[in-house]
């Protein structure tokens, strides 16, 4: 007779144990990683630079955490989230947006992340991207929409206008560029290295510590609760003002 080693039975403990060193997991067919936000609450919560921000139903900051991610290695471009609460999901940056190609302390974006396949025009205004435009493109069958984006009718047009409050950067490193989109070279995005770059998430004081639009609210520059309505401070009507794609008073 042949003596058969007892099956080993592992605790939960030391499962979870083993878990905890694994490496990134194994390719599968579904991209998402989960990266639950439990401290979501309010009308609305969104990503901003590295942090994760809840707004009440008035606009005002309800809550500022560390932005959640999956457990697992980051890869190099970064992760990309988006959802809410238990069903949030983080993917990695480099599906849907386009390379960095760097030398020394600038970096270019040939083929920058757009809110889907339709006719955009860009602007990098401190660290968020706002689009407005969102015409179908002719003759090719369109791909679903770019998750992470916030999008609304811009007032008084037809077009859309989105938001990105925590669009790509060169080597996922999120804040300390300075970035722009160039029209002559159809959209290309250019970030150039800026310690000092004014940028939302940035820790405050005050207003003044933070750039135009943006509000000193629980230590942190922070914009509004995006509701893309505007492109341009016309849009907004009288005593009101674009900032970040969304119309705020103007005295704020």
């Not at 339709?118 to 015409?135: I, K, S, T």
């Given at each position: 007779m042949?003596?058969r080693?007892?099956?080993?039975?592992?605790?939960?403990?030391v499962?979870?144990a083993?878990?905890?060193?694994?490496?990134?997991?194994?390719?599968?067919?579904?991209?998402?990683?989960?990266?639950?936000?439990?401290?979501?609450?309010?009308?609305?919560?969104?990503?901003v630079?590295?942090?994760?921000?809840?707004w009440?139903?008035?606009?005002?900051?309800?809550?500022?955490?560390?932005?959640?991610?999956?457990?697992y290695p980051?890869?190099?471009?970064?992760w990309?989230?988006?959802?809410?609460?238990?069903?949030?999901?983080c993917?990695?940056?480099?599906r849907?947006g386009?390379?960095?190609?760097?030398?020394?302390?600038?970096?270019?974006?040939r083929?920058?992340?757009l809110?889907?396949?339709?006719e955009w025009?860009?602007?990098?205004?401190?660290?968020?991207?706002?689009?407005?435009?969102?015409?179908p493109?002719a003759?090719v069958?369109?791909?679903?929409?770019?998750?992470?984006?916030?999008?609304?009718?811009?007032?008084?047009?037809e077009?859309?206008?989105?938001?990105?409050?925590?669009?790509?950067?060169?080597?996922g490193?999120?804040?300390g560029?300075?970035?722009?989109?160039?029209?002559?070279?159809?959209?290309?995005?250019?970030?150039?290295?800026?310690?000092?770059?004014?940028?939302?998430?940035a820790?405050?004081?005050?207003?003044?510590?933070?750039?135009?639009?943006?509000?000193?609210?629980?230590g942190?520059c922070?914009?509004?609760?995006p509701?893309?309505d505007?492109?341009?401070?016309?849009?907004c009507?009288a005593?009101?003002r674009?900032?970040?794609?969304?119309?705020?008073?103007?005295?704020?």
């Amino acid at each position: 007779m042949i003596a058969r080693r007892p099956a080993l039975a592992f605790r939960p403990a030391v499962l979870a144990a083993l878990a905890a060193c694994a490496g990134p997991p194994a390719p599968t067919a579904d991209p998402t990683f989960a990266a639950p936000a439990p401290a979501d609450s309010g009308a609305r919560c969104a990503d901003v630079a590295a942090v994760r921000v809840c707004w009440d139903e008035a606009g005002a900051a309800l809550g500022v955490v560390a932005r959640p991610l999956p457990r697992y290695p980051a890869p190099p471009a970064g992760w990309r989230c988006h959802g809410r609460g238990r069903e949030r999901v983080c993917v990695d940056r480099a599906r849907g947006g386009g390379p960095f190609v760097c030398e020394a302390e600038s970096c270019v974006q040939r083929h920058p992340r757009l809110p889907d396949d339709g006719e955009w025009e860009c602007a990098d205004l401190a660290g968020v991207v706002v689009c407005r435009g969102g015409a179908p493109p002719a003759g090719v069958v369109a791909g679903p929409p770019d998750p992470g984006w916030s999008c609304g009718t811009r007032a008084g047009h037809e077009d859309r206008v989105c938001v990105d409050p925590a669009p790509d950067t060169p080597r996922g490193e999120g804040r300390g560029w300075s970035c722009a989109f160039e029209r002559e070279r159809r959209g290309t995005r250019v970030c150039v290295r800026r310690e000092d770059a004014p940028g939302l998430g940035a820790n405050c004081a005050v207003a003044a510590d933070c750039p135009q639009g943006a509000r000193c609210d629980l230590g942190r520059c922070l914009p509004r609760a995006p509701a893309p309505d505007c492109w341009v401070d016309p849009d907004c009507g009288a005593g009101s003002r674009c900032a970040f794609g969304t119309c705020a008073p103007a005295d704020e």
